[in-house]
C-alpha cells in the first residue's frame, strides 16, 4: 500500500522557518495534485495548500498566504511546504496527501493518500 512520509519537522521559535518534505514510499505522484493540511490539538484538521500534478498552479489557505509556499519536484518524487515566519498559531501536526486527479483540492474527502504526519512546535 502507498504511504506518504513527511519529515522536516521540529521545535522552532515565532519568526523561524522550516521546510517539510512528502515522498511517497512507492510509484511516483507525478501526476496527482498534492495538499498540506495541519491539525492542532483540540482542533478539527485544517487545509493548508494545495499544488497541481504540473506544479504549475498553487492555492493556501489564508492564515499561511504570503508564508508558505508549496513546491514539488516531479524528478525527485517529493513535495515540499516552505514555511517562513512562523507562528505560535502554526503549531500542529502536518499531513501530506495525495490527490486521485491533477487540479487543485482544498478538501481533505477530495485526498485518498495520506502521510502520518509530522509535528511542528512554534514558540512564543
Known amino acids: 500500500q502507498v504511504q506518504l512520509v513527511e519529515s522536516g519537522g521540529g521545535l522552532v521559535r515565532a519568526g523561524d522557518s522550516l521546510r517539510l518534505s512528502c515522498v511517497p514510499s512507492a510509484r511516483t505522484f507525478r501526476n496527482y495534485a498534492m495538499g498540506w493540511f495541519r491539525q492542532a490539538p483540540g482542533n478539527e484538521r485544517e487545509f493548508v495548500s494545495s499544488?497541481?500534478?504540473?506544479?504549475?498552479?498553487?492555492y493556501y489557505a489564508d492564515s499561511v498566504k504570503g508564508r508558505f509556499t508549496i513546491s514539488r519536484d516531479n524528478a525527485k518524487n517529493t513535495v515540499y511546504l516552505q514555511m517562513n515566519s512562523l507562528k505560535p498559531e502554526d503549531t500542529a501536526v502536518y499531513y501530506c496527501?495525495?490527490?486521485?486527479?491533477?487540479?487543485?483540492?482544498?478538501?481533505?474527502?477530495?485526498?485518498?493518500?495520506w502521510g502520518k504526519g509530522t509535528l511542528v512546535t512554534v514558540s512564543s
Open positions: 499544488i497541481t500534478g504540473s506544479g504549475i498552479i498553487t
Open positions: 496527501a495525495q490527490s486521485s486527479g491533477s487540479t487543485i483540492k482544498i478538501t481533505s474527502q477530495d485526498y485518498n493518500i
